[in-house]
C-alpha cells in the first residue's frame, strides 16, 4: 500500500487575504476536489505523487499549483480578480457553485456582490429580500418580517450572523434587513436536507458571514440613500496578519420628516429611525491559530408624543446585539477546530404615559453560547465534521407593568424563563462512488427548562388557587431526541444528478404572534411544561440538470414535510393575558404539513444572468381548539409562487437589474356574518384563513451606472500613457420599485358608515396598500 | 393614516383609558400601524368587494336580568355580512313568537311578547328607553322584544335563572346567576384638556374599592339625564362605552380610580356625537351612573364583545368570536348586579 500525505491550506483572496468560503480545490490528476470551509480551509489526503491541484472561482483567474507529495504540505492559495483591462477574456457570472455537483440539497448560495445591481426598496440593499426571490422562498411581501420556507414559519429559520443567532432580522416592521450588505461575504440557505452541524430549528438555515476586512491595504466604501447613509471602513491592524471592518448605518427619516410635520398636529415630535453597526476584527496568531471578534449592535426606535395635554406618549424601542468570538485552530493537516463563544440579546419594550396612567410591555431573548466544531478529512473522500454546541437562553416572555398615578396593579411580572439547551453531532461528507455521494448525519439534542420559576396552578375555572416555586437550577422540563439527517446525490452524467434527503428537527423555542402581521410585539417562548417542542420531518427529492456547457442549470425539487407541535395563540388572546399568568396559558397546539414542487432555472454566465423559479406548494394546520379541529390554510399557504430575477452588464459602466414577483394571496379570516348586541355590529368569523387576499405581484428596474475602472495616467517624464485602475470609485444606482404601480394587498378592513338611524348604515371592505411606484436614487463609493 | 376602526369613528377609543392594558393594546396596534406609514408617506387604500363564503342562520340572545326589573329579552337572527342594510332587512333581523321562559327556584314565569305595532307613539319612547332600539326603528318595523308584565316577577341578588327559548324549531337555553352589587366609593367629573384652553368637554371618573375575592366582573354604564334646548332628554338610555368591562385578574382587593368616557349608540344618532362632544360629557350634564357586577362567563361574554365590536375587520387582532354564554345560539343571559349613582358636571 502506497504512502499517504496531506496537502492542506487555507484558500485566499490575493488582494484583500479574505478567506475564500466553498471554493473547489481541484485535483486534476484524481478528477476529484475538496471544498474549503467557512474559514477558507482545506484538507487532502492522498496516495503519494505529483499532482496538479487547480482551483476555480468564478470572477478569479484560474490558479495552478503542482505538488510533489512525499511528506504533508502545506499550500496556501492566494487567488487574484481576473485583471479589469482584460475584458474580453473575463469570465462574467455568478460567484456559486453548480448545484449538480455537490450533495447539498436544497441548499442556495447567493453572491452578494449582484445584490448591488438588483433594484431594492427606497434603494436599501437587502439581503433578506433578495433570498426571498428563491424557490421554496416566500415572503408576504411588505410590512412582513420574516421568510417562510417550505411551509415553516419565520421563527423555523435559523438565522446566523458569524455564528450568533439573530431573532429579529429585520427593521422598520420587516421593510428592511438588519444586515448591511456592505460587510457581508458570504450567504448561504439550506432549505432542505439541513447537515446535522445545523439544529435548533425547523425550516431553514440562513447563514451569513461577515467580511473578515482587508488585512493589505486600507478601504472603505459607503453610499447615501434616500432614507439612509452607510458606511464601511476596514484594513490592516497589523499587515497580513490582522485585520478589522466596522459597518455602521443610520436612517434619516425622523429629520427628513421632522420640517414637513405640523408642530400643531397631535403627533408632532415623534418620530422613527434605526441604526445598527457591525464591527469585525481578526488577529492570525500563526498559520494554526487564528481569532475572530465579530459584533452587531441594532436599534429601532419609534417615539409617539402627542403634544397637548391629555394626549398619550409612547416609546417603542428595539433590536438585536450579538457577540461572538472565535478560534481557529489546525491540530494536524487532518484536523481542524473552530470554537466560538456567543453572546446574543434581542429586546422589545414598549412604555406609555397618558394622564395619570402608565402602562409597560417588555419581552426578550438573551442566549450565552458555545460551540465547538472539529473538521476532520481522513482522507479525499471523507470530510466528517463532529463537535458540540450549548446555549443558555434567558426569555422574557412578555412583562406588564400598569400603575395608576402611584397605585401600581398587582400585576406579577412574569419570572424570566431560563434553559438550557444542548447538542452533540456528527456528519460525515463521503464521497462512496465516483457517482455516489452521501451526507450522513446525527445530531442529539436537549433541552431544559429550569428555575426560578413561579408556576401558577390554575382550577378549571382559570382561577389562581396556587403556585409552585421552582429553585434556581431546578428542571421544571425536560426534552431530548435524535435528530437524523441523510441528503445524497447520484450522478447520472456529467450533466445530470438525482438527490434526496431526510431529515428530522427539533426546535425548543417558538415565536407566538398576535397578528396576521409580523410585528416587534410577536413573543418568543420557550418549551416548557406545557409547551413541547416543535418538531419537522422533511423528504425532499430532486433532479438537478446543467445545460449548454454549464451556462444554465436547472433543477426541480418536490418536498413533504409533517410539523407536530406547532403553537398559535387562543382566538382572542392579547399580550396582557400574560400577568398573573403562566407564560404559556394563551396557546394552543397542533400540527401542520406542507408539500410542493420548485422548479428553477438559472443562468450563471455571460452578460445576461439570473433567474426564473416557480413553486406550487400547500401548506396546512390543524389544531383541536380552532375551527373544532378543522384543517385550514396556514398563513404562509401560498399556491403558487413565481419570482424572476435579472441583471445585465451592457458595458463596464451600465449595469441593469430587475425583479419580477408573482404570489397567491396571503390567506386571511374575515367574518361571514354579522348581528346586533346593544345596537352595536358584531362580526362571526367561520373558517380561519378562509379568505384569500388579491394576488401579489409586483416589478422593478434598477440601472446603476460606474465610473470607468481605469483611467489613463501620462508619465511627466516620458510622456508614456499607462492605464491604471482607478482607487477611487462611485456609483448611482437608480431605482424603480413597483414599476406599474400594483396596489398590492397589505390588510383588509372593514368600515361602516353613515351612523345616524339605520338606512345610512353602510359597511364597505377596505384593503390597504402599502408602497405605490416608488422611485428612488443611491449614491455609492469605494476607495 | 385614513384608516378607522369602527370604534375609533365613534370616538369610543378617542380618549383611551389606561385604567387597564386593553385599551392601550388596541392603541398599540394602530400606533404601530401609524409608525409603518408614518416615515413612508405612501400607504393608499381602496375598496374592494370580497366574496363571503355563507354560513347557516344563528339566534342571538340579547337578554338582562336585574335586581328588582322584570327580565328583558330581544331574539335576532345572524345576517350575511354585507347584506342589505335598510329598514326592512333589520326588521327582518328580529325574531317574534318565540316561546319564552325563565325559570328559578321550581317556579317558571312564561314571558310576554311585546311588539311595537302595538304601542302608541309615547308608549314606544318607552320602549326605545327600556331596550336600547331607536323610536325610529320602533316605530318603523314590528320589533318584538320578550319580558314580564307580572309585578313580582322581578331579578332578586343571588338567585340563579334559566331561560329557555323555542321559536322557528330550535331551542336556547341558558343560566345566569345576579352577583351582589360592588358600590363606587365616589364618582365625578374631570376636565379632560383635550385642546388648549378647553373648559367644557371632560370625562367621568370614580373610584372603586374590589372585594378581597378573585372573580369579579365589572360593566359600566352611563347616561346623560339632563335635556337638550328642546326638551329632550339627551341619552334616553344607559349606554356602555367599548371597553368598560373589567374583572379584578390585576386589581383584586384594591381601591383605584378610573375614568370613563361617554358611550354613543351604533343607531344613536344623537346631535353631541357629531362634533367636539363626541366621547365627552359636558359641564352642565347631569349623569346616572350604572355600574354594574357580573359573573365570569357574563364578563367573558361583555369583555370579548368590546373586542370584536372595537376590532372591526381589523388585521391586527387575532379574529375572535364573542364568547356566549347560550347553548343553541349566539348573544348573552346576563344577570346583573347593580348600584345607582350621579354626577352634576361642574369644572
Not at chain 1, 157 to 163: G, Q, S, T, V, W
Not at chain 2, 56 to 66: D, L, R
Request: hydrophobic share 35%; with cysteine.
Amino acid at each position: 500500500m502506497a504512502q499517504r500525505h496531506t496537502v492542506s491550506g487555507y484558500v485566499t483572496d490575493s488582494a484583500t487575504g479574505e478567506a475564500m468560503i466553498g471554493a473547489t480545490v481541484f485535483i486534476q490528476e484524481l478528477n476529484k476536489g475538496v471544498g474549503t470551509n467557512n474559514y477558507g480551509y482545506y484538507s487532502a489526503t492522498l496516495d503519494d505523487g505529483t499532482y496538479t491541484l487547480v482551483v476555480k472561482y468564478i470572477g478569479y483567474a484560474e490558479l495552478k499549483r503542482a505538488v510533489d507529495l512525499t511528506a504533508d504540505r502545506k499550500m496556501n492559495l492566494k487567488l487574484s480578480t481576473t485583471v479589469q483591462v482584460m475584458q474580453a477574456v473575463e469570465v462574467k457570472g455568478e460567484k456559486t457553485k453548480s448545484q449538480t455537483e455537490s450533495t447539498d440539497m436544497g441548499r442556495m448560495d447567493v453572491d452578494v456582490t449582484k445584490l448591488q445591481t438588483l433594484p431594492a426598496l427606497l434603494g436599501e440593499v437587502d439581503i433578506l429580500k433578495t433570498i426571498q426571490y428563491l424557490p421554496g422562498v416566500k415572503s408576504n411581501g411588505e410590512g412582513n418580517s420574516g421568510f417562510y420556507v417550505r411551509g415553516g414559519g419565520p421563527d423555523q429559520n435559523l438565522i446566523l450572523l458569524d455564528e450568533a443567532t439573530v431573532y429579529n432580522a429585520s427593521h422598520l416592521f420587516g421593510f428592511f434587513s438588519v444586515f448591511n450588505a456592505d460587510a457581508v461575504k458570504d450567504i448561504e440557505l439550506i432549505k432542505g436536507g439541513m447537515p446535522a452541524y445545523y439544529g435548533g430549528r425547523t425550516s431553514s438555515v440562513l447563514a451569513i458571514t461577515m467580511k473578515d476586512g482587508n488585512d493589505k491595504e486600507f478601504h472603505g466604501q459607503g453610499g447615501i440613500g434616500l432614507i439612509s447613509s452607510r458606511l464601511t471602513l476596514e484594513g490592516p491592524i497589523v499587515k497580513e496578519k490582522s485585520s478589522f471592518i466596522v459597518s455602521a448605518r443610520r436612517t434619516y427619516i425622523d429629520v427628513l420628516a421632522k420640517p414637513f410635520i405640523n408642530p400643531e398636529s397631535t403627533f408632532a415630535g415623534s418620530g422613527y429611525y434605526f441604526y445598527d453597526i457591525n464591527a469585525k476584527a481578526n488577529y492570525r496568531l500563526s498559520d494554526k491559530d487564528r481569532f475572530f471578534l465579530s459584533g452587531y449592535f441594532g436599534r429601532d426606535v419609534f417615539n409617539l408624543s402627542g403634544n397637548q395635554p391629555g394626549s398619550p406618549n409612547f416609546k417603542i424601542p428595539w433590536g438585536n446585539a450579538t457577540v461572538s468570538g472565535r478560534w481557529n485552530h489546525v491540530f494536524g493537516p487532518k484536523l481542524f477546530l473552530n470554537t466560538t463563544a456567543i453572546v446574543s440579546d434581542y429586546k422589545f419594550s414598549f412604555a406609555g404615559n397618558q394622564d395619570q396612567f402608565g402602562f409597560s410591555l417588555s419581552s426578550g431573548i438573551r442566549d450565552y453560547g458555545l460551540k465547538v466544531d472539529f473538521n476532520q478529512y481522513p482522507n479525499i473522500r471523507h470530510n466528517v465534521r463532529y463537535g458540540f454546541q450549548y446555549t443558555y437562553h434567558i426569555y422574557t416572555p412578555s412583562t406588564v407593568a400598569v400603575n395608576s398615578g402611584d397605585v401600581p396593579f398587582s400585576i406579577d411580572t412574569p419570572s424570566k424563563l431560563n434553559a438550557h439547551e444542548a447538542a452533540v453531532y456528527v456528519q460525515d461528507d463521503f464521497d462512496v462512488t465516483d457517482r455516489f455521494r452521501i451526507n450522513v448525519g446525527l445530531r442529539f439534542s436537549f433541552f431544559a427548562h429550569v428555575g426560578p420559576y413561579h408556576e401558577y396552578i390554575t382550577n378549571a375555572a382559570g382561577d389562581n388557587i396556587g403556585f409552585k416555586d421552582y429553585s434556581s437550577g431546578e428542571t421544571v422540563a425536560q426534552y431530548s431526541g435524535l435528530e437524523p439527517r441523510v441528503s445524497m446525490r447520484y450522478t447520472l452524467d456529467k450533466r445530470n444528478s438525482i438527490k434526496a434527503s431526510f431529515n428530522r428537527n427539533l426546535q425548543y423555542v417558538h415565536l407566538a404572534s398576535f397578528s396576521s402581521i409580523g410585528l416587534p410585539t410577536d413573543t418568543w417562548i420557550p418549551s416548557g411544561k406545557n409547551v413541547k417542542p416543535q418538531e419537522a420531518v422533511q423528504y425532499a427529492l430532486g433532479w438537478f440538470r446543467d445545460l449548454k456547457e454549464r451556462k444554465y442549470e436547472g433543477s426541480i425539487e418536490l418536498y413533504y414535510k409533517d410539523m407536530a407541535n406547532q403553537i398559535e395563540y387562543a382566538e382572542g388572546a392579547s399580550p396582557q393575558d400574560g400577568g398573573n399568568a403562566n407564560y404559556d396559558n394563551a396557546l394552543v397546539f397542533g400540527k401542520g404539513w406542507s408539500y410542493g414542487a420548485e422548479f428553477f432555472l438559472k443562468r450563471r454566465l455571460g452578460k445576461l444572468t439570473g433567474w426564473v423559479g416557480y413553486t406550487w406548494s400547500k401548506t396546512e394546520r390543524e389544531f383541536p381548539a380552532i375551527d373544532n379541529g378543522v384543517a385550514f390554510p396556514s398563513r404562509w399557504d401560498r399556491r403558487h409562487d413565481v419570482s424572476v430575477v435579472a441583471g445585465y452588464e451592457l458595458n463596464d459602466r451600465w449595469t441593469f437589474g430587475g425583479t419580477f414577483v408573482y404570489s397567491t394571496g396571503q390567506a386571511a379570516t374575515l367574518p361571514v356574518q354579522r348581528y346586533f348586541i346593544e345596537g352595536r355590529l358584531v362580526s362571526e368569523f367561520t373558517q380561519r384563513n378562509g379568505f384569500r387576499m388579491a394576488p401579489y405581484n409586483r416589478l422593478d428596474l434598477a440601472a446603476t451606472l460606474k465610473n470607468r475602472p481605469t483611467k489613463e495616467v501620462t508619465d511627466k517624464v516620458t510622456g508614456e500613457v499607462t492605464t491604471v485602475q482607478r482607487k477611487y470609485r462611485s456609483s448611482w444606482t437608480f431605482s424603480i420599485y413597483n414599476v406599474y404601480n400594483r396596489s398590492n394587498p397589505y390588510f383588509i378592513y372593514f368600515a361602516t358608515e353613515g351612523d345616524s338611524g339605520l338606512s345610512g348604515l353602510q359597511l364597505t371592505a377596505r384593503q390597504v396598500s402599502l408602497f405605490s411606484i416608488l422611485p428612488s436614487i443611491t449614491w455609492n463609493f469605494e476607495f | 393614516m385614513f384608516f378607522t376602526t369602527e370604534a375609533q369613528r365613534h370616538g369610543e377609543m378617542r380618549s383611551s383609558r389606561a385604567t387597564l392594558p386593553t385599551t392601550y393594546l388596541m392603541n398599540v396596534k394602530l400606533i404601530l400601524l401609524a409608525a409603518i406609514s408614518l416615515p413612508l408617506l405612501t400607504s393608499c387604500e381602496k375598496d374592494i368587494t370580497v366574496d363571503l363564503p355563507q354560513a347557516p342562520e344563528q339566534f342571538v340572545v340579547e337578554g338582562t336580568i336585574e335586581p328588582g326589573k322584570p327580565p328583558f329579552v330581544i331574539l335576532t337572527r345572524t345576517q350575511s355580512f354585507f347584506a342589505p342594510t335598510d329598514i326592512n332587512s333589520i326588521a327582518n333581523m328580529f325574531v317574534s313568537g318565540a316561546t319564552v321562559t325563565v325559570t328559578s327556584n321550581g317556579s317558571t314565569w312564561t314571558l310576554d311578547q311585546i311588539c311595537s305595532d302595538l304601542l302608541d307613539s309615547s308608549t314606544i319612547v318607552l320602549a326605545a328607553e327600556a331596550t336600547g332600539l331607536s323610536v325610529d326603528l320602533l316605530a318603523a318595523a314590528n320589533i318584538c322584544i320578550y319580558t314580564a308584565l307580572d309585578p313580582s316577577h322581578v331579578g332578586v341578588i343571588g338567585q340563579t335563572y334559566r331561560l329557555d327559548i323555542s321559536a322557528e324549531g330550535k331551542t336556547l337555553t341558558s343560566e345566569t346567576t345576579i352577583p351582589n352589587p360592588v358600590p363606587l366609593d365616589s364618582v365625578w367629573f374631570k376636565l379632560a384638556l383635550e385642546t388648549p384652553g378647553d373648559d367644557s368637554l371632560g370625562l367621568a371618573w370614580a373610584r372603586i374599592t374590589d372585594p378581597d375575592t378573585i372573580g369579579n366582573g365589572y360593566r359600566w354604564a352611563a347616561q346623560r339625564i339632563n335635556h337638550r334646548a328642546n326638551g329632550e332628554m339627551k341619552d334616553l338610555n344607559y349606554i356602555s362605552p367599548l371597553g368598560s368591562t373589567y374583572n379584578d385578574k390585576y386589581v383584586n382587593g384594591l381601591t383605584f380610580d378610573f375614568n370613563e368616557i361617554r358611550g354613543q349608540q351604533f343607531f344613536g344618532g344623537n346631535p353631541e356625537d357629531n362634533n367636539a362632544e363626541q366621547g365627552f360629557f359636558k359641564v352642565g350634564d347631569t349623569i346616572a351612573v350604572k355600574a354594574m357586577s357580573i359573573g365570569r362567563k357574563e364578563y367573558d361574554f361583555y369583555s370579548t364583545y368590546d373586542a370584536n365590536v372595537g376590532a372591526l375587520g381589523d388585521l391586527f387582532s387575532t379574529p375572535a368570536n364573542v364568547k356566549s354564554n347560550i347553548t343553541g345560539g349566539l348573544g348573552i343571559w346576563a344577570g346583573r348586579g347593580v348600584y345607582l349613582d350621579t354626577i352634576i358636571c361642574v369644572p
